[in-house]
């Protein structure tokens, strides 16, 4: 009986990188090792082999849309050879978050999709991107183990709620509210909530998304910033005037994610000039800065993909406050909710509880699937 196989794709980041001195595990060189190297010495698990491909070769704060095509191909393709077992990526952590939010949305995989990043360089004394592979080895032959999944020191994160937390830490990684998904203790499994889709109702992503995505036409152009004190606007208005001189060298403005005090509220400054924004065309979403929001419970992970790609703001609207401030939905004293009054001092810019990276990325997906 021929093997299962595990399908590996490296694109590089501090897991591949190297240092001049193996103590030194902040100035190093990103994406230097290539991934065949990264996996010789890790036991697989019985049963399965090992198919390795270096996709790219970058330190992940560079990634860009071919990359996210090329990303998304193929794993695609690894997911429809009966043969695989799995898929695993090795990544850079400061977009994993985002990688592994698109793949999830995206695909969602009925098989595991493991993203594995390290936040020391491969080279380092105590380097950790060998033991977060072992993991993801271990995740991969696991019986009913499903969707995009983040081991990181221990914890396991679902994708679509993963996010960086810190710097240079070894257990960098976290979900807000919703936590990790499982631990590996001892070599043992400890799971506390469902895989990634397991036991989902909500219909898959409209079957026209892949290829738009894949296709050579750039992604809906969508920026992110942020509300702060003395906000004035003027980031906006510079972008709705290069827009509106746009020489078609680069893809038109079509949404602005705005990450928002609090519980995504705004600047009035900012709102006037988003509401200028939204005059010409351009959405807005508006999430918050704040960065334990992420939506928790069992129905989390259904509520984030089912606002995604099941229409517009409405749903977005409906959930986002909830989750983004247990308080939201507290009556005031004149008798209105405390999310009514958040949306009316911000214009009514559709909400999601999704952190600012994620949300700027469904907004572009929103609008392929939709609109554009």
């Not at 090992?50 to 191909?73: G, N, P």
């Not at 900012?270 to 129905?299: F, H, K, M, N, Y």
Request: aromatic share 4%; proline share 7%.
């Amino acid at each position: 009986m021929k093997p299962r196989i595990i399908a590996v794709v490296g694109t590089g980041g501090t897991i591949a990188g190297c240092a001049q001195n193996p103590g030194d595990a902040l100035n190093y060189r990103a994406a230097v090792r290539p991934v065949q190297d990264l996996l010789a010495g890790l036991a697989l698990p019985p049963g399965l082999a090992i198919e390795a491909q270096q996709l790219a070769q970058i330190d992940s704060k560079d990634v860009s849309e071919a990359h996210w095509r090329a990303l998304l191909q193929a794993v695609q393709h690894q997911l429809e050879r009966p043969e695989v077992r799995a898929v695993l990526v090795t990544h850079g952590t400061d977009t994993l978050e985002e990688s592994a939010f698109l793949l999830q949305a995206v695909l969602q995989p009925t098989k595991p999709v493991l993203l594995v990043g390290a936040m020391r360089p491969s080279t380092a004394l105590l380097s950790d991107g060998a033991q977060n592979l072992a993991d993801a080895l271990q995740l991969a032959a696991t019986p009913g183990a499903r969707g995009v999944l983040v081991p990181c020191a221990g914890q396991i994160y679902a994708g679509h709620e993963v996010r960086k937390l810190h710097p240079h830490r070894l257990d960098a990684f976290g979900a807000g509210d919703a936590g990790a998904l499982a631990a590996l203790v001892g070599g043992r499994l400890q799971r506390w909530r469902p895989w990634p889709g397991e036991g989902w109702s909500d219909p898959p992503p409209s079957p026209r998304l892949l290829p738009r995505l894949l296709a050579a036409a750039p992604w809906p152009r969508v920026e992110w910033l942020s509300s702060h004190g003395a906000q004035s606007g003027a980031l906006v208005r510079a972008l709705l005037l290069q827009h509106a001189q746009a020489d078609g060298s680069e893809a038109p403005l079509r949404g602005l994610v705005v990450a928002g005090t609090g519980n995504a509220t705004l600047h009035e400054a900012l709102a006037q000039a988003l509401q200028q924004a939204e005059q010409t065309g351009v959405v807005v979403w508006r999430c918050s800065r704040i960065g334990a929001c992420v939506p928790a419970g069992p129905d989390a992970a259904r509520w984030v993909l089912g606002a995604l790609l099941g229409g517009a703001g409405e749903a977005l609207d409906t959930g986002a406050d909830d989750a983004a401030d247990a308080t939201a939905t507290a009556p005031t004293s004149e008798g209105t909710s405390v999310a009514a009054t958040a949306k009316a001092a911000t214009g009514g810019f559709a909400a999601t509880a999704l952190p600012a990276p994620q949300a700027r990325l469904a907004l572009q997906l929103h609008l392929l699937a939709t609109e554009w």
